[in-house]
């Protein structure tokens, strides 16, 4: 989604929804891989949310067209550890993500306007430990930006036991070990029989890197860090010259595909 399939307004490539509609008469499975909560990425997606599959919370959550759904929820020992070690850390926002919806404390005027951004339907609470829903995914928003400022605090305490992911500039995910967009893909494609030679990903950020590794077209956006180069077998154009949707085009519909 965002610094791939979206530009840096945050909106769909002009011709996304005819182009779906052309991969769909082709029996083509269009997936969407993002950090996002699955409540926000339908919202957003509208009447084509049927026509699609759903990996969310970087992996924590997906959601296929035939209506299964996986979650990988982290225990509430670890849930209150890891919010008690963020209180030390400044300028940092946690929200946590369930089946349900996701959750955040009142919000400083900092913050607010990037939630509101992000996500459609969270919901305010007193207490971050006072939740009775099933928690998926701790996503933290870094302001102090989390390469230098939480992910060395939370890598260092958590992360020989759980997956401490950069997801963007002012993001960071904490989720079980095994959770990944690679593996959450690799589910999808075993579900619908796709092998790695029928499969095409796209990806810009650290948190792509194992979603790259299981498609034999992978594509690192041009827009991408320059340490991204190295994990796919393609570059794509950015994601300000519709990049996704021309590669598509021109793999698909203008038959390079070998």
């Known amino acids: ?29 269009f997936v969407i891989a993002s950090g996002r909560s699955y409540y926000d990425l339908k919202d957003f997606f509208k009447e084509a949310t049927p026509y699609l599959d759903f990996i969310c919370d970087n992996g924590a959550f997906v959601v296929s067209r035939h209506h299964q759904r996986q979650m990988s929820l982290l225990e509430k020992k670890a849930i209150d550890d890891i919010l008690l070690q963020c209180e030390s850390i400044t300028h940092i926002k946690v929200i946590l993500s369930g089946p349900n919806g996701m959750y955040a404390t009142p919000c400083e005027n900092e913050f607010e306007e990037i939630l509101a951004h992000y996500f459609s339907n969270i919901q305010v609470v007193s207490n971050l430990q006072d939740i009775h829903d099933p928690i998926h995914r701790i996503c933290i928003c870094d302001l102090n930006h989390p390469l230098q400022n939480s992910y060395p605090i939370l890598n260092n305490r958590f992360g020989s036991h759980f997956k401490v992911t950069l997801s963007g500039d002012i993001w960071l995910d904490i989720t079980n070990l095994e959770v990944n967009k690679g593996n959450a893909l690799s589910k999808i494609q075993s579900l619908l029989h796709i092998n790695q030679d029928e499969t095409m990903v796209f990806g810009d950020y650290y948190n792509d890197i194992e979603m790259l590794k299981v498609a034999k077209y992978s594509f690192v956006m041009a827009n991408a860090n320059e340490d991204m180069f190295s994990h796919g077998n393609y570059i794509a154009k950015s994601h300000n010259e519709n990049g996704v949707c021309e590669a598509i085009n021109e793999f698909i519909f203008k038959s390079k595909l070998k």
Request: overall charge negative; glycine content about 10%; proline content about 3%.
């Open 1 to 29: 989604m965002d610094g791939t399939l979206l530009n840096e307004a945050g909106q769909l490539p002009d011709g996304f929804i005819d182009l779906l509609n052309r991969l769909l008469q082709k029996n083509i499975c």
